[in-house]
């Protein structure tokens, strides 16, 4: 993301203070980051805070009519920033935006630009639930223009428990790099998208298990990625940490049999399916029930294979349909990968250098050679795994 630029509009709610966060991130990574306050902002957080996180000023109705800035504030502002992000967005914000008016420089500002907007909202759950309200974001949300986050449920910083929680920093941050990306091209809507992530577990006993290093974290960067794009996605998931994500349709299991399960139900439904997920090979011949004393572990270990899940897809897959996997590989990576695409009737493989250093299980990065049926390859250089989500549809969405 370094070099681009993002304009954070904050307005007047306690989640304001959780906006720091989003700032501080994009800083970090070496993004140019300006914010505009409300005055209802400033009496949450300083514009102070946010030109320190920044690292320039912050700007507020106060330097809208100012006449130092030469050329108009809000069309300098409007026609700097590649993605608009609006947290929190109140109802009043909300409305303002909605029938188009423009009295501070948050809204003047939001007239003037011509680049994707990124709404998230937070209020109290009596609030958002309000049909004045709930009118308001479905008629913006009309608008391709806005992309929206939806607000979670929780307990609230007026102790109701409801809907009306704003979205967590990282996931503000992960739909602006999303943006960034695909400059608010939604190539995914009205597609279903089906991902399988993580690594299964073969029991031997409740104690005991086979599996692997797989924490997810590609199949979630996928799933972000495919719902950024306006796809409807569900996301097939082990249990092996938290790989819920908010308004995504989510099944979580344990073994492999749960994984083909859970993948042969939902695949009749998806244009398109990437199955991410580390499966295990082979499981423990028998199961036993009660945890076994150590001295009663066997010398050697009797395994049986487990079915392969991506190949029974690659038989049941339809013409409209695309399959996509991928490949965990060491040494010769393209090879295997290609063996694995034709056997399996693939559309697209992700072959994965795993013995590379940020690269593979566990890993905020990745990297991998991409493969088509046609045999053609593009190298992907290491980037975040959301970047690599990205430059996986557009691979595939090419043929």
């Keep these: 993301m370094k070099g681009t630029r993002v304009l954070i509009g904050v307005s007047g709610g306690i989640a304001a203070y959780k906006v720091c966060e989003v700032v501080s991130t994009l800083a970090k990574s070496g993004v140019e980051v300006r914010a505009i306050l409300t005055d209802a902002a400033q009496e949450f957080v300083t514009p102070l805070t946010f030109a320190t996180l920044c690292r320039q000023a912050a700007f507020t109705d106060k330097d809208f009519w100012e006449a130092s800035h030469g050329r108009p504030l809000h ?96 996931e503000i941050v ?75 349709r989510s099944i979580a299991l344990t073994s492999a049999a749960e994984m083909r399960q859970g993948m042969l139900e939902c695949f009749p439904d998806a244009d398109l399916t990437v199955m991410a997920a580390a499966v295990a090979d082979v499981k423990p011949t028998e199961y036993h029930s009660q945890k076994l004393p150590k001295r009663s572990l066997p010398d050697a270990l009797a395994l049986t294979a487990v079915p392969d899940i991506v190949a029974e897809l690659g038989t049941l897959k339809q013409p409209h349909q695309k399959l996509i996997g991928f490949a965990a590989q060491t040494g010769d990576i393209v090879k295997p990968a290609w063996e694995k695409l034709r056997a ?15 690269s593979g299980f566990g890993s905020n990065t990745n990297q991998a050679i991409l493969i088509n049926a046609a045999g053609k390859q593009v190298e992907i250089a290491p980037c975040s795994k959301l970047e690599m989500a990205h430059r996986l549809f557009d691979f595939a969405l090419e043929g």
Excluded at 223 to 238: F, I, Y
Aim: charged share 20%.
């Design 174 to 248: 992960a739909h602006i790099e999303s943006l960034l990306y695909t400059k608010g091209d939604r190539d995914l809507a009205g597609k279903r998208v089906l991902i399988g992530a993580g690594g299964t577990r073969e029991h031997l006993d409740p104690v005991r298990f086979i599996g692997n290093p797989s924490t997810g974290k590609m199949g979630i960067a996928l799933a972000r990625a495919a719902q950024h794009r306006g796809a409807t996605v569900t996301l097939v998931h082990s249990i092996s940490g938290d790989l819920s994500l908010p308004g995504v």
């Design 75 to 170: 069309i300098q502002l409007a026609e700097w920033a590649s993605v608009f992000a609006i947290a929190p967005l109140t109802a009043n914000s909300l409305a303002k935006l909605a029938g188009g008016f423009a009295d501070n420089l948050l809204t003047n500002t939001v007239l003037a630009s011509q680049c994707p907007i990124l709404l998230v909202p937070a209020m109290n759950t009596d609030m958002w639930e309000q049909p004045a309200v709930q009118r308001n974001w479905r008629d913006i949300l009309t608008d391709g223009r806005y992309h929206g986050m939806s607000p979670g449920a929780g307990l609230l910083a007026c102790d109701r428990v409801g809907a009306g929680r704003m979205a967590e920093p990282s």
């Design 344 to 358: 399996k009737k693939l559309d697209v493989i992700a072959a994965n250098p795993i013995d590379k250093i940020a």
